[in-house]
């Protein structure tokens, strides 16, 4: 779990730093929001939900229409975004 925490943890640097990565990089961070540990889903949510404070972030995230249902309470604020 800490290896995937860890490239949770990059993945999101390589979202705010990179914007050419966009689509690349949402979409591995959407696949992290289904990973067994609860706390690799909820940085990968604190990450995408500061991303989608971007107009052009917020579309793609909402084209590849992640469920997140399954995150609970956990996944309210990117829904709510």
């Known amino acids: 779990m800490e290896t995937r925490l860890f ?3 990059h993945l999101g640097r390589l979202l705010q730093d990179y ?3 966009i689509d690349w990089a949402v979409g591995l961070m959407i696949t ?3 990973d067994t540990s609860m ?7 604190m990450y995408l939900e500061e991303a989608c404070l971007d ?8 084209q590849m229409r992640p469920t997140l249902e399954h995150l609970g309470d956990v996944g309210h604020p990117l829904f709510m975004r």
């Open 7 to 9: 490239a949770t943890h």
């Open 19 to 21: 914007p050419a990565l």
């Open 32 to 34: 992290q929001l289904y």
């Open 39 to 45: 706390e690799v889903c909820e940085v990968a949510v």
């Open 55 to 62: 107009p052009i972030y917020l579309e793609k995230v909402v």
